[in-house]
């Protein structure tokens, strides 16, 4: 059941929408935007600074427990000036896992967890657990059992089969948000992020392509939100005001007749008036279908073959960039998408995402409206970026957008450009298979 607070009637969303509309081109820039570097309160809890390091799913816990490996590579964003880290990805349930080697948010996680969070702690900054349950990108060699989607599905990139999930598995899979979010407290996290975006389980429930249910948790949008607004009631219940609780949501997806953006002002309506949430961070693409939409820039095509099995990499050669898409890289690549959001906002903080590489783009955040910027390739290229950023307010990024950094995904996330080796060496690329990109 959701609950909703005292908060205007988000059925009135579409007058606040009709606004922005005769406003133009999005938001009016404020002259009073705040610093970014400064320290600000999300939620409960008080950051350094509003620049948050975003999820870049490590693979360097490879029993799915935390390792020194993974301890030194959130300390390097701590160290470098970041307001808070985003440990990913976090299994709400083993069966929710999409590549190998993720951590499941249990008991048997919490010392090494405790660990991490107490270094980063220790270098100044704040942490998040990215917790998620992969839904039709989960991988059955990995997990056992059939992947599962609000309905019947093929994805039509690894065509893996995902069965229709019931409603108790529903109920389940809500519970597991919960329990996971109470391991993140134990563990001493000042945040989960709750991954509703890239068509993993919760946000397929928000596509009208992927989710045909005739009960309460499909339909219309609302109907097809329920699922996201349980899983951040539930989730809120369980932490209170301990730590906070942000969600990572897609604003489109680019899959044809799937999520696209004036329903995902519905769902942000919904979800901004259930004041569950102290922060959205606003993505877009998904896993599932070009997933270059979510990065931009130069198609992995090579890099990608080379980890696939031989007999596949010829294909992956000639049909790998119109299975993964292709799309320019621009700085600020999500703003025009994501400024259509700031006008309905109340109670909830938006994070502005997608080619901040430079503390010119962070201000430009600031001035329309966004509370914080996640950052994910520019600091996985340099760690201590945002100190040097602080330091020299005209550096540059020295990030690409070559993307070869997604292939290392499957085992031990790094640049590839990274010959400092500023967050540990990188090992020979001895990878898995991918089944497909993940993100
Ligand atoms: C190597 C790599 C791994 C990623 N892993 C995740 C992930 O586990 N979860 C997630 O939500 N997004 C993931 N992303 C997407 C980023 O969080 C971010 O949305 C995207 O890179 C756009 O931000 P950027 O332009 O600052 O890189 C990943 C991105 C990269 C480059
Ligand atoms: S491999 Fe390095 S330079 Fe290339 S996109 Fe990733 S972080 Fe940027």
Redesign the pocket.
């Known amino acids: 059941m959701i609950r909703t607070g005292n908060f205007p009637d988000p059925d009135h969303w579409e007058n606040t929408i009709d606004v922005r509309l005769r406003c133009g081109d999005g938001v009016p820039m404020t002259d009073l935007s705040p610093d970014p570097f400064a320290p600000v309160q999300l939620g409960p809890v008080r950051l350094r600074n509003r620049i948050i390091k975003a999820a870049t799913s490590e693979g360097r816990s490879p029993d799915g427990r935390v390792t020194g490996d993974l301890i030194d590579f959130h300390r390097s964003f701590a160290e470098g000036g970041v307001g808070m880290t985003t440990v990913a990805y976090c299994c709400v349930s083993h069966e929710g896992a999409s590549a190998p080697g993720q951590i499941v948010m249990n008991a048997a996680a919490l010392a090494g967890l405790r660990k991490l969070t107490d270094a980063v702690h220790a270098a100044g900054a704040g942490i998040s657990a990215q917790l998620g349950h992969a839904g039709v990108v989960a991988q059955k060699k990995l997990t056992g059992v059939t992947a599962v989607a609000p309905s019947r599905f093929v994805n039509p990139t690894s065509f893996a089969y995902c069965r229709e999930i019931r409603r108790d598995e529903i109920a389940a899979v809500i519970d597991q948000f919960g329990d996971a979010a109470q391991v993140a407290v134990d563990a001493g996290f000042d945040a989960v992020e709750l991954h509703f975006g890239h068509l993993y389980l919760p946000s397929s429930f928000l596509s009208p392509l992927i989710n045909r249910r005739k009960d309460e948790y499909g339909g219309d949008i609302d109907g097809r939100s329920r699922l996201v607004r349980e899983i951040a009631q539930r989730v809120r219940e369980v932490v209170g005001r301990r730590i906070a609780v942000v969600a990572k949501l897609d604003m489109d997806d680019g899959l044809p007749g799937s999520i696209w953006i004036d329903e995902s002002l519905r769902t942000t309506a919904l979800l901004d008036a259930d004041a569950t949430l102290d922060a959205i961070e606003l993505t877009q693409g998904s896993s599932v279908y070009r997933p270059m939409y979510l990065?931009r820039?130069?198609v992995?095509v090579r890099e990608f073959a080379k980890v696939m099995p031989p007999m596949m990499r010829p294909g992956v050669r000639v049909l790998g960039k119109r299975v993964m898409g292709s799309y320019p890289y621009e700085d600020l690549y999500m703003l025009s998408a994501a400024r259509q959001f700031v006008p309905i906002m109340k109670n909830t903080k938006l994070i502005l995402l997608g080619g901040i590489t430079n503390r010119e783009h962070i201000e430009t955040g600031m001035r329309e409206g966004f509370e914080f910027v996640g950052m994910?390739?520019?600091?996985?290229?340099e760690p201590d970026l945002v100190n040097k950023m602080m330091e020299d307010p005209g550096v540059r990024?020295?990030?690409?957008?070559?993307?070869?950094?997604?292939v290392?995904v499957f085992a031990r996330t790094?640049?590839?450009?990274?010959t400092d080796q500023r967050y540990g060496a990188p090992e020979p690329m001895d990878l898995p298979a991918p089944s497909a990109v993940r993100s």
Do not use: E, I, Q, Y
């Open positions: 990065f820039g130069d992995p994910g390739r520019a600091l996985l290229r990024s020295r990030c690409n957008h070559n993307n070869k950094c997604m290392t790094h640049c590839v450009l990274d």
